[in-house]
């Protein structure tokens, strides 16, 4: 590369150009960048060896996530999902278009529909961030925040780029302002409580322990979506894409996560590990 630089330098200066290159290209900078990048490519690959079960998995996940969320949003532009979404919507419904239930089944709906509003899981992550912090895990905080901020920001996108109206076939039995797809509360219930979920997981050493963290974030996800359906708020195939949405950006930022520890920039599991024995 250096000797192509040389030649074409020597062809300039015939012509009258004295300085046909960059400063960088001259002064071996290229050579660093070049040194830097390959290093940069043998500890990813290095990372990927030593992770490659879990890594390739969540790479899988991500791809199925993004193609379909990719086929129900083409299936809402096309109008192809309307008899699915008016068929599960009103199963939930009476004939004249009341909710089923009693009145307490369906206040219960509105407290589980609330574990996935805005202020709920806002709290949720500055109480966790809190004690992250507060734990000497200051950069797992800031992560924690940056990675729920995050999905609020694709959420707004998403719905600003797709601008479906709500349900106008019955009633809304819940408060519900702007558009409609993707369901925010499911995104970013899948976002908060996947990401803290995974979190929990990786700072317990047992096995069933972590198991029951994902489930319970797995759970609270489904939970709420479905509840956005039953009040009439949102279409099923809204949630099902802030659902998949919302796990690709989970997985996501456990990828990163998993790098920025390797790089030691996040506390790692093992340091989750060490600091609870000590304690214990």
């Given at each position: ?17 004295d ?8 002064c ?30 969540a ?28 068929r ?42 809190g ?13 924690t925040?940056?990675?729920v ?99 690709v ?6 990828l ?25």
């Amino acid at each position: 590369m250096v000797g192509v630089i040389g030649e074409w330098s020597s062809v300039y200066r015939r012509i009258g150009i004295d300085r046909p290159f960059p400063v960088f290209l001259r002064c071996g900078t290229m050579e660093r960048v070049t040194r830097h990048l390959r290093s940069l490519q043998a500890r990813f690959l290095g990372w990927l060896g030593s992770h490659e079960l879990g890594v390739l998995l969540a790479i899988a996940g991500i791809a199925t996530g993004v193609w379909l969320f990719a086929a129900i949003a083409d299936e809402v532009r096309e109008g192809d999902a309307q008899t699915f979404d008016r068929r599960v919507l009103m199963s939930m419904r009476q004939p004249d278009g009341s909710l089923r239930g009693s009145a307490a089944f369906q206040e219960a709906a509105r407290d589980v529909t609330a574990l996935g509003s805005v202020t709920l899981l806002g709290l949720l992550t500055v109480i966790t961030a809190g004690f992250l912090a507060l734990d000497g895990k200051r950069h797992m905080a800031f992560f924690t925040c940056g990675s729920v901020l995050g999905g609020m920001v694709l959420t707004s996108i998403l719905k600003d780029v797709f601008q479906r109206p709500r349900p106008d076939l019955v009633p809304h039995a819940a408060y519900a302002s702007g558009a409609s797809f993707p369901s925010g509360h499911s995104m970013m219930a899948a976002v908060t409580y996947l990401t803290l979920g995974a979190l929990l997981a990786r700072s317990q050493p047992r096995k069933a322990l972590k198991a029951y963290a994902l489930l319970l974030a797995s759970l609270l996800t489904v939970m709420v979506g479905v509840s956005r359906v039953y009040l009439g708020v949102h279409w099923p195939t809204d949630v099902l894409a802030g659902w998949t949405a919302g796990a690709v950006w989970a997985l996501l930022c456990w990828l990163a996560a998993r790098w920025l520890q390797l790089r030691h920039t996040l506390e790692r599991e093992e340091e989750y590990i060490a600091n609870s024995e000590e304690s214990a």
